[in-house]
């Protein structure tokens, strides 16, 4: 692994981002209008936004990373490009790292946007304040690229590579905590939702919300939180091939 | 010419199984260092498979292949081989600039370099155009330029020449030519017979297999022929006979 491809390959991502002004919009504009939106639902119970509205900040950045990655690395393997680039110096890490760098800088834009129009625009009332919920907010976009890059491998066209996202972030959503408090689930699910990296999204923003302090909890969701974007990233790595059948 | 020089490629006994079937069945033969080696062969004969397995990412069976006297795909050999895939692999949502400016990155050469190479395959006055706007064989060179970037000392082209006019194409030949002259070995493929006679060296695959190794002159006055199609068509008689 060298710092110049790294970097080479993350700049690169930029540039196709640059050029591609409607996914560009779509990465930054959908979460704001979706926020948004939520809030005009709620526009009679604001203690339902309060709540819903910082878990839902997380969930939309982790899918929305999660799907343009899955895609963008998707069309790299089939178009022959990465093929090319493995006959290149470049490390298994440079790739993955440079994704995760570029849809992490897109993250951080992404989460500061949404999360400032929900405080400062919207009236969320969020305790622990604006910068921890962005904080959190990225984590869980570059969270989704690390499962986007990953998922990617089992995908063989784009039409399965967008069925990954009911398949594989939907169930994450349905147990954490967002519509039923984990702690209320039947046993065997609550177990699963330990396991699934989106409650521990929606348990950060959470913890964000209700504590003007950052609470050791805090802490160890954020510590979870970067521990799946390591283990996704090694797991991808370990699906990169540089031969193949 | 009893030179005995490393050869820039050496394969011996290579197998391939793609797809639960074997593609390459106990192949071997030699590219010659300083010339250009033609791989000619029908559609499915195995060309691109053993092109693969030249520059290190196919999945191979048993058998060696030894690059510029190296394994294949070994490290040492990453900024040594340059490689343009048979369907062009660029980024169609990048400029042709920002395309062979990130290879180039990659490689760690001047930026200098990416000029001199769209000049090269004739595609200066597009460095600002999108590669999605292109045509195919646009397309195809702003691969092949990516792979002319630094100094290669092993071009392995797998079909460059298709989709483009006579012109264009009696250009990079001559482009090839004057590569080979300064020392630099082409491995290219081609499905058109004629282009065999702008190649020094020849190896004829059908089904996965070398049906012949030779001079362009010497395969024609073994098999009594006078074109490179007709002597792969006298070859095949002769194996069936
Ligand atoms: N990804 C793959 N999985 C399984 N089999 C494959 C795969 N790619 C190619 N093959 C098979 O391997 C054989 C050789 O294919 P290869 O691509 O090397 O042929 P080729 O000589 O390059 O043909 P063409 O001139 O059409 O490019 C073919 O019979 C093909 O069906
Ligand atoms: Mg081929």
């Known amino acids: 692994m060298t710092g110049r491809i790294t970097a ?13 002004h409607r996914t560009m919009a779509l990465m930054l504009v959908v979460p704001c209008a979706l926020i948004t939106l939520l809030w005009w639902v709620y526009s009679g119970n604001s203690d339902l936004f309060d709540t819903i509205g910082p878990q839902l900040l997380g969930v939309f950045g982790l899918v929305v990373m999660f799907l343009v990655t899955s895609i963008t690395t998707l069309s790299e393997r089939t178009s022959g490009t990465l093929e090319r680039l493995f006959t290149l110096p470049m490390g298994k890490l440079d790739f993955l790292l440079g994704y995760a760098l570029a849809f992490g800088a897109v993250a951080l834009v992404q989460g500061f946007l949404a999360a400032g129009l929900s405080v400062w625009v919207l009236g969320l009332d969020v305790r622990g304040g604006v910068g921890p919920l962005v904080l959190v907010a990225v984590l869980s976009g570059v969270l989704g690229t690390a499962l986007g890059l990953l998922v990617s491998a089992f995908a063989a066209t784009e039409f399965q590579a967008v069925q990954f996202m009911p398949a594989f972030v939907l169930p994450q959503l349905l147990v954490c905590g967002l519509l039923v408090p984990r702690d209320e689930l039947p046993q065997v699910l609550e177990w699963v939702s330990y396991a699934t990296p989106l409650s521990y999204a929606v348990d950060a923003t959470t913890e964000v919300t209700l504590h003007a302090q950052w609470t050791t909890a805090l802490t160890w969701d954020v510590v979870a939180l970067l521990a799946f974007t390591v283990g996704g990233l090694l797991l991808g790595s370990a699906t990169l091939r540089r031969r193949t059948p | ?10 394969v011996e006994q290579l197998h391939v199984v793609r797809g639960g079937r074997v593609v390459i069945a106990g192949l071997s033969c030699t590219v010659r260092s300083g010339r250009i080696t033609g791989l000619l062969g029908p559609s499915g004969s195995g060309k691109s498979t053993l092109i693969r397995a030249i520059v290190g990412v196919q999945a191979v069976a048993g058998g060696a292949v030894r690059v510029l006297g190296e394994p294949a795909g070994s490290p040492v050999l990453r900024d040594r081989v340059g490689y343009v895939t048979q369907s062009p692999s660029v980024y169609p949502g990048l400029t042709v600039a920002e395309n062979v400016r990130f290879f180039a990155c990659v490689l760690g050469v001047s930026l200098q370099d990416v000029d001199r190479v769209l000049e090269v395959v004739d595609l200066a006055r597009y460095a600002d155009t999108m590669v999605g706007r292109l045509s195919g064989g646009e397309r195809s060179r702003v ?31 001559d482009l090839f030519a004057a590569l080979a002259s300064e020392g630099i070995s082409l491995l290219v493929s081609s499905h058109v017979m004629d282009e065999a006679e702008r190649c020094d060296d020849l190896l004829l695959l059908r089904d996965g297999a070398l049906l012949a190794e030779d001079t362009p002159a010497g395969l024609l006055e073994r098999t009594g022929t006078d074109d490179v199609e007709a002597a792969f068509l006298a070859l095949i008689d002769e194996g069936a006979a």
């Not at chain 1, 080479?8 to 591609?20: N, S, T």
């Not at chain 2, 010419?1 to 050496?10: D, N, Y």
């Not at chain 2, 092949?144 to 250009?171: C, F, K």
């Open chain 2, 143 to 173: 691969s092949l330029a990516s792979a002319l970037l630094g100094s290669p000392r092993l071009l392995v082209l797998d079909e460059p020449t298709v989709g483009l006019d006579p012109v264009l194409r009696v250009r990079l030949w």
């Open chain 2, 1 to 10: 010419m009893a030179r005995t020089e490393l050869p820039a490629v050496a």
């Open chain 1, 8 to 20: 080479a390959i993350a700049a690169r991502v930029l540039g196709q981002l640059r050029h591609d």
